[in-house]
Structure formats: C-alpha cells, structure tokens
Antibody, heavy 120, light 106 residues
Framework: QVQLVESGGGLVEPGGSLRLSCVAS????????MSWIRQISGKGLEWVSY????????YYADSVKGRFTISRDTAKNTLYLQMNNLRAEDTAVYFC?????????????WGQGTLVTVSS | EIVMTQSPATLSVSPGERATLSCRAS??????LAWYQQKPGQAPRLLIY???TRATGIPSRFSGSGSGTEFTLTISSLQSEDFAIYYC????????FGQGTKLEIK
C-alpha cells in the first residue's frame, strides 16, 4: 500500500534552516508529481511547492519562493524540502502528498505530517 | 490566484440526515475540483476528484457535483465517522484550498 512518511520537523529560530524528508513506498516513486502542503495550527491548508516526476519542473507558492527548495531522490524514494530563512509565519504542520502522473492533479495520498515551529 | 470559498463555515446535522456543503471558485476551474476530509490529528483524505468521481474506497453516500465555479459535496445519510472538517481544492491553476467546513453533530 502507498505510504508517505515525513520527518525532519522541529523547533528552529527565526532565520534558521531545516530540511524535511518524505520517504515514499508502495508505488513507483518516479512516476508521480509530489508536493508539500502545510497547515497552520487550527487553520486551513496551503500548497507550498511541487516537483514533477522527472524533477525538471518545480513551482513554489509566492510565500516561500526564494527561501524553500524542493527536490527528490529517486534512488532513495525520498522527497525533500529545504527551508531557509525561516519566519514565524512558516510555523505549521508540513505534509507531503502524492500528485498524479501529469501536472496539476489532485492529491490521492498524504503523509501524516511533521511539525515545524519557528520561534526564538 | 484562484480563491476558493466554502460555506457554511460550520454545519450542524443529526446522524442519519443529509449534509450539503458548498464550494465556490473565484474563476472557472472546469471540473478540476477535489474534496478532502480531515479528522483531528490526521492528514486529509481524498474523497472526490474531478468534481464528482469518488476516490477508491469512499462510500457511495458521498457524492460531488458542479463545474465551473460552483460545487457541492453531499453526504446522503450521515454516519458518526463523517463528522470532520471538509476542504475543497482546485487544481486547475496551481492549487488552492477552501477554508474548510466543519461538520458537527447536532
């Protein structure tokens, strides 16, 4: 069965960095677009970034552009999110989610999420 | 950015009754609309995609309709496990989510 397991969250000071990982299993990782989506406590969902199956097409939400970098390692079946220059407003639970085999499809599987807290 | 607006924010319904949730897009998203269910402490779960297609394993009491800018999620006979928060999401131009509708027990 499809599984996505995130890790790497934690407490970091404003201006600091963190790298999130998402290990995928139960499907051919290289077939699917992957995304990061975040949820501020008690609030709604915000898409953060996606990466194509090949890794050649990458997009970011304006709120993280220039600070976050998404990448994937097919050999390790792992999706990453490098987060730099973190701000208090980046505090959220970060989910990785599987997209389709084409651009702009729905998210059919989600990980359980990892909490990122940005605070001094 | 396409803004998704859900109504109502909270819906109180008795078990066994029907629930109707609405989602409006600020511009047409064709039928590129999904619905998700989220329970406390859990990740969202895909219910509906393509505005009206149930995802794998989703009970037939869940149905979606609409196209363009107006969409509806209907739960025909509420079960105890259906009380949760529901989000709509467009994937026609990048991705945006509605703010959610909390479905609570009346």
């Amino acid at each position: 069965q499809v599984q996505l397991v995130e890790s790497g969250g934690g407490l970091v000071e404003p201006g600091g960095s963190l790298r999130l990982s998402c290990v995928a299993s139960g499907f051919t990782f290289s077939d699917n677009y992957m995304s990061w989506i975040r949820q501020i406590s008690g609030k709604g969902l915000e898409w953060v970034s996606y990466i194509s199956s090949s890794g050649h097409s990458i997009y970011y939400a304006d709120s993280v552009k220039g600070r976050f970098t998404i990448s994937r390692d097919t050999a390790k079946n792992t999706l990453y999110l490098q987060m730099n220059n973190l701000r208090a407003e980046d505090t959220a639970v970060y989910f990785c989610a599987r997209g389709g085999e084409r651009q702009l499809e729905y998210f059919d599987y989600w990980g359980q999420g990892t909490l990122v807290t940005v605070s001094s | 950015e396409i803004v998704m607006t859900q109504s109502p924010a909270t819906l109180s319904v008795s078990p066994g009754e029907r629930a109707t949730l609405s989602c409006r897009a600020s511009q047409s998203v064709s039928n590129n609309l999904a619905w998700y269910q989220q329970k406390p402490g859990q990740a969202p779960r895909l219910l509906i995609y393509g505005a009206s297609t149930r995802a794998t394993g989703i009970p037939s009491r869940f149905s979606g309709s609409g196209s363009g800018t107006e969409f509806t999620l209907t739960i025909s006979s509420l079960q105890s496990e259906d009380f949760a928060i529901y989000y709509c999401q467009q994937y026609n131009y990048y991705y945006t989510f509605g703010q959610g509708t909390k479905l609570e027990i009346k």
